[in-house]
Each structure stands twice: as C-alpha cells, then as structure tokens.
C-alpha cells in the first residue's frame, strides 16, 4: 500500500512538472506582462508540431527546443505587433481577441498538417527508467520533465529578477506612464517580453510533444490547466508556479487513484474555488493597491 | 413637464417607447407566423426556435458581461444543465412508452452501457414538473453558490473568467466520462421532440417575458446600480452599495435565463450533447453578444442570429472548410474594430447626428450625468418604482 503511495506520489511529481512547464510560458505573458492570452495552448500546440517537423527532419527533442522557442517566439511577435498592442488597456477584451487568435492558429495548423495524429518519440538516451522502488520503472523522460521545469522557472526567474532587462519589465508593469517618462521604450519592453512568454510556451509544446499525441485541439486542456496553476499559485511572484503546479498535480493524481480523473479533476476545482477564497489573489499573489 | 435645460427634474424613460413596441409586436407576430406559412416541420421552424434559445442565451450573458462587468467563460454550465434535465425526462419516460430491443424499459444508452435498471437517483425525474423544476433551480442554486464564494471575496474580472471557463471544461469531461448516466460522447438522442407551433410559441413568449425582465432590471434603480458597478466597483462600494450582493442577484438571473433557454432547447430540438455545456458555446454566446452590442438588449438577439444564420448559410458552401477560421477573424475585428457591437455602434451613430458635434455630446451626457446624480440628496431622491433613463 505505501509502495503504491509513494509510487503516486512520484507520479503526481511528474504531472506537477508538467503543468508547471505548460504554466510558466502563462506565468510570464499574464502574470509578468499583465496580458491574458486565451491562445496560450495553441502556442503549445504550434511548439508541439514545431517539434514533429524536427522529428521528421531526423533532429530529437534537444534540437526541437530552441527551434520550437524561435517558431513559437516568432508567432508572439505576430500576435503582440497584430492584435495585442491595441489593447494594453483593455484586458478582458484581450482575452476574446486572444482566443480568436487561438481559433485562427488552429485552423491554419490543421489546414498545413492535416487532421491526424502526430506521433513524437523521446530521444533515444532518455529511453528506459530507472528503479525507485518497487518492479515499476520511474522513466528517465519524467525526470528530465521534472528537470525542465525546474530550469525553466530558473530561467525565468533570473531573466526578471536579476537582470537590467527584467527591471525595466517589472517597471513597465507597475506604472507604465512613469516608466516612459524615464525613458524606457514600454512598447518594446512589452513586445519582448510577450514573445519570451511565447517562445516559453513552444519550449512546453516541443518538451510535452513525446508525451502526447500532437493534434490541433491538444492545447486547450494545457491552457485552462495552467491558468488554474496560476490562479491557485498566485501570479505576482514566479514561486506561485511550481507551488499551484505541485498541488494541483499531487492532488489529481491522488484522487484519481482512489476514484478517477474526472472526479479527480472536479474535486481540485472545488478545492481551488475554496482555496481562492481564502487567497483571493493566489498563495503568493500580492495585493494591488487599487 | 417643463423641458428646461438644467432643471433638476429625473428624466424618465418609458419602460418601451411606442415605436419600439409596435416594432416588437410586428417582429413577434412575423415570426409566430411562421409555422402557418413554411409548414409546421419545416427546418426553418427547427432552426427559428434554436436561434431564439441561443438569442436568450446570449441576452443571459449580455445581463452580467454588459450591465455587470461580469464576464463569465461558463455560462453553458447553466445552459447545459437545464437542457441535460430536461433531456434526461424526456427519455426516460419515451424509453417507458418505447421499449428497446431487449424489452427493457428504460433509456437505450443506459442499457448499452451496462446499466440493469434505471439508477435510483434518476427516478424522479420521470415527473416532467420536477424535471423542469430540477432545470430552472438547481442552475440558479449553483450559479448562487458559485457567487457566494467569489463575489463576496471581491473575485471577478479574469479571475471569473478563468475560472467559470475551467467549470464549463470540467462539466463537459463529467458528461464524457459518465457515459452510462449522461449519455457521454454521443449526447442523448432520440427522444421525440417539440417541433410545431404551440412550442414556437412557448419560446417566444418567454423570450418576450425575459426581454421585458432584463429591461425592468436594467432600467431600475437595481440596473442603475450595477451600472455604477461595472463602471466603478471601487467608488460604488464607497457610496455604500453592497456590491458583491448586487453581483450575486444579476448573476443568478442570467443564470435562471440561460437554464430556461438551455431547457426549452433540449425539448425543441431533441438531442443535447457535451457541446451544448462546454466552453465553446459559452465563448460563442459571448462573441453573439460583442457582436450584436454589449449593454444593449436587442444586440443579443441580434448577434445570435446574425452569427448563428451566417454560420448556417455559409456551412452549406465551399466556405465550411474555413468556417472556423471566419469565426476566429470575428472575434478579433469586433474587439478591435466595433467594441460596441452593431447596435451600440448604429445607436452612437444615431445619437451623434441627433446632436451634432462631440462637444454637443459631452456636454448633453455631462448634464445627464449629472441629473442622474440623486444619491446625495436627501430630499427629492427618485421613489422607489421611479424610472431613470
């Protein structure tokens, strides 16, 4: 019974880094940047099959990474010039063009590929597993999952907390008007760091690409996944993501061992719904003074 | 009354110009006639009454995104449950008149699924009066529930948003994955439906009653209110209004509204399925809404079946391969290119060449402003059952 547990456990690890890696590209554009973009999946989508043409091509996963964070940075830097920038000062108006933009990257993708499955195979030195405990192998690709996201978030974390490029962000976010007086160029602080937040969400696509089937609808469920990661993290501060992740995924996998994942599912969300209203802004959400 | 420019008299409105209301009746008696002049089954009938419970369910989301600054991704929840209710009534009592194959007397799908018998908790739904009862309140109970727990903690805006989108994708794999009691995949078919006149008639006539509803809400001292608050919740708390109170109420008609539309639309059209509750119509109500006019009654009605009729036109041509792809350039040209929606849009246009210049208009919406402004007056406040503009 405690093999079993703990076998969970380790599971519901994994699946905490998997959200945590869906969410941090999330963590960037709506917490970081203040933009609510209802595409996020399709960005997911767009790095997932950015990674089956570099599988096609004869590359793997580490190839795919940095192609899929240029292709999908690249899809941001549309998207912001396009749409977004118009509409810096309306935020939930935002969140209807975004997802409009995500119907439009759908269409377009099936329209280029086709409406069947993709199938992306994990390189070849992340094969196998190793033993924790018991006979079941715990496979080198959830622990290179578990390693991306840490990475990730280490990134992200250095990119706007330690460097000059991060404080000019951060200071565009909290007063914008202020900001372009000192002379810093929001429109182009803004554009950069909406396609970070992209190329982030294609690193997701092309590392989740092995584990799922890559299909134009894959992005939706990674989407409202790590906006609950967000929402029960908190987004003023970066720890909110491993934090909503680690719960979340811990608490799915464990309730869907006893009963199954829907059940699974609903039960976290009832339990985020109660959790927010103790936390009203997150766990490390900080309150705006408004 | 005197019409002086400044006078401090509260400028009243009727609750329906004249105008509007022999428009209305002439609208409604052309589409009661319907049934007389296209034959009672025709697809245009089938497709009159969809549109009308699509056109109510797009006014329930205009009544919290337009008048509340509620924006809700969920409202199908609502939506999807009266119509699952009313669906799962209607068959189980047409499986006790039809038997299937095998002679069992209750719902096909249970039986596929390896149900022996009908499950105990479902029974009473063989009442139809407790079936429909079940859908009108057991939505308004949880959308009361749900605005208990957000709204009094000051959570809204996008938090809202994602989070009514997350229940509308959990309801959907609920109904997926409890396939022998909802129907799953394949939604619950085949039970007969109520295609004909004197139901056209029942969904026009609650269409009309909520129309009339949402414009005596929005145009009391109640919408009034919830204007304040989707303008300025801050200040609005300030000047002492409950504002999570008044949230709650307006959230729990809409979702009243959308539960009826939801319920009147399983009936009509005979088949519900997991769309009919997930997050793509709840997104679609909403892009009907942007698109016919936020904060405007008509616009719903408007928008559902301008978009709803234009995706049935153009889904018979060569375009239906790109239906989806229009329908994602729809929403990024209303939000940038006419945020007020068709009608909000005419009706500046409208009220602009009535006044002339933008100066004018200020200066008139300032002076309205300001007759408006009552709530610091002890003396000569409206009464109560006094319309404001």
């Known amino acids: ?290 | 009354m005197p019409d002086r420019a400044h006078s401090r008299h509260v400028r009243r409105s009727r609750l329906i110009p004249i105008w509007a209301l022999l428009l209305g009746a002439f609208i409604v008696a052309a589409i009661g006639s319907v049934p007389y002049y296209a034959g009672n089954d025709s697809y245009v009938l089938l497709l009159l009454g969809k549109f009308l419970c699509f056109a109510i369910f797009a006014l329930s989301i205009d009544l919290i995104w337009g008048f509340a600054g509620i924006l809700s991704l969920g409202q199908a929840v609502y939506f999807g449950m009266g119509a699952y209710f009313v669906a799962l009534s209607l068959k189980i009592n047409y499986a006790m008149e039809h038997p299937t194959r095998y002679g069992s007397k209750f719902p096909d799908f249970m039986e596929w699924n390896g149900l022996k018998e009908l499950p105990g908790f479902m029974t009473p739904l063989i009442s139809t009066p407790v079936a429909v009862i079940c859908a009108l309140i057991i939505p308004t109970l949880l959308a009361f529930i749900f605005g208990v727990i957000t709204f009094k903690r000051q959570i809204y805006g996008v938090y809202c948003a994602v989070i009514t989108l997350a229940e509308a994708l959990i309801l959907q794999e609920f109904i997926i994955e409890y396939q022998a009691y909802l129907g799953g995949f394949n939604g619950i078919t085949d039970y007969g439906n109520f295609v004909g006149a004197p139901f056209l008639w029942l969904i026009l006539a609650i269409s009309v009653a909520f129309f009339i509803l949402a414009r005596l809400i929005t145009h009391s001292r109640i919408g009034t209110v919830l204007k304040a608050i989707r303008d300025n919740d801050v200040r609005a708390e300030f000047m002492g209004y409950n504002v999570a109170n008044y949230r709650i109420f307006v959230f729990c008609v809409s979702a009243f509204m959308a539960a009826t539309a939801g319920a009147m639309y399983a009936a009509w059209v005979g088949i519900v399925s997991f769309l009919d509750a997930g997050p793509l119509l709840s997104v679609e109500g909403v892009i009907w809404t942007a698109v016919g006019g936020r904060a405007t009654l008509i616009g719903p009605f408007l928008g559902a079946f301008l978009v709803r009729g234009l995706e049935f036109v153009l889904s018979g041509s060569w375009f239906a391969n790109y239906w989806q792809f229009f329908m994602g350039v729809l929403f990024i040209a209303v939000v940038l290119w006419i945020p007020d929606g068709l009608v909000g849009t005419i009706a500046n246009w409208l009220r602009r060449r009535r006044r002339g210049s933008i100066a004018q208009i200020r200066a008139e919406e300032d002076r309205i402003a300001h007759d408006q402004q009552r709530d610091w007056e002890p003396a000569g406040a409206a009464k109560s059952g006094e319309e404001v503009v």
């Open chain 1, 1 to 290: 019974m405690s093999q079993a547990l703990i076998s969970q456990v380790l599971i519901g690890v994994s699946v905490a880094a998997i959200l945590a890696i869906a969410a941090i590209g999330l963590a960037v554009i709506f917490g970081v940047a203040g933009v609510i973009n209802m595409a996020h999946g399709q960005f997911i989508m767009v790095g997932a099959y950015t990674a089956a043409v570099v599988g096609q091509l004869g590359g793997n996963t580490f190839i795919a990474i940095p192609v899929a964070f240029i292709v999908v940075a690249a899809v941001g830097l549309v998207v912001e010039r396009g749409v977004i920038q118009f509409l810096y000062e309306r935020p939930l108006e935002t969140l209807l063009a975004t997802w409009g933009v995500g119907i439009i990257l759908e269409v377009v993708m099936k329209a280029i590929f086709g409406p069947e499955l993709y199938y992306v195979g994990a390189p070849r030195v992340l094969d196998g597993g190793i033993r924790i405990i018991g006979r079941l192998p715990y496979p080198y690709y959830r622990l290179f999952l578990i390693g991306c996201a840490i990475a990730m978030i280490a990134a992200t974390f250095w990119l706007i907390y330690r460097t000059n490029f991060g404080l000019k962000v951060r200071a565009v976010r909290r007063n914008r008007a202020m900001s372009g007086c000192l002379g810093i160029d929001t429109a182009r602080i803004d554009m950069l760091i909406f396609m970070y937040g992209s190329g982030l969400a294609g690193i997701a696509g092309a590392i989740l690409a092995p584990i799922k089937s890559v299909s134009t609808t894959m992005g939706f469920t990674y989407a409202v996944g790590s906006y609950m990661v967000l929402v029960l993290g908190g987004v003023g501060n970066l720890l909110g993501v491993p934090t909503g992740a680690f719960l979340i995924g811990q608490g799915e996998t464990l309730i869907a061992y006893k009963y199954n994942a829907v059940i699974g599912e609903l039960l976290v969300f009832i339990a985020i719904v109660i959790a927010i209203r103790i936390f009203p802004r997150g766990i490390f959400g900080y309150y705006e003074r408004r």
